[in-house]
């Protein structure tokens, strides 16, 4: 099973951006589609973002659209989110995702099932 590893996370004022990045190991992550969720206190985990092993293949929420941008790296192993204009209601721990079917698109995703510790994202004047 592939294991995610989260980096980037810290503290922004609203309005400003950060970049928050998962590693991946024990197993290539280029034909997987990785999800970025994430969960705030107090509220259910919620998906925000994901790209297929096509690149063309990309999913934002309606709270993330036009602010967030998704990427990935195959040669690296790496996913990484670009989080632009961010709002207090950002705030929350970010993890990247799979599900147990290994699905290669983001459309065949209705659940995920693993995600890595994650990296916590404050955003607070």
């Known amino acids: 099973q592939v294991q995610f590893v989260e980096s980037g996370g810290g503290s922004v004022q609203p309005g400003g951006s950060l970049r928050v990045s998962c590693a991946g190991s024990?197993?290539?992550?280029?034909?997987?589609?990785i999800g970025w969720v994430r969960q705030a206190p107090g509220k259910e985990r919620e998906a925000v973002s994901c790209?297929?092993?096509?690149?063309?293949?990309?999913f934002y929420a309606d709270s993330v659209k036009g602010r967030f941008i998704i990427s990935r790296d195959n040669a690296k192993n790496m996913v990484y989110l670009q989080m632009n204009s961010l709002k207090p209601e950002d705030t929350a721990v970010y993890s990247c995702a799979t599900d147990r079917y290994r699905s290669s698109s983001c459309h065949l995703i209705d659940e995920y099932h693993y995600w890595g510790q994650g990296t916590q994202v404050t955003v607070s004047s």
């Open positions: 024990g197993g290539a992550l280029d034909d997987l589609a």
């Open positions: 790209i297929g092993s096509s690149d063309k293949d990309t």
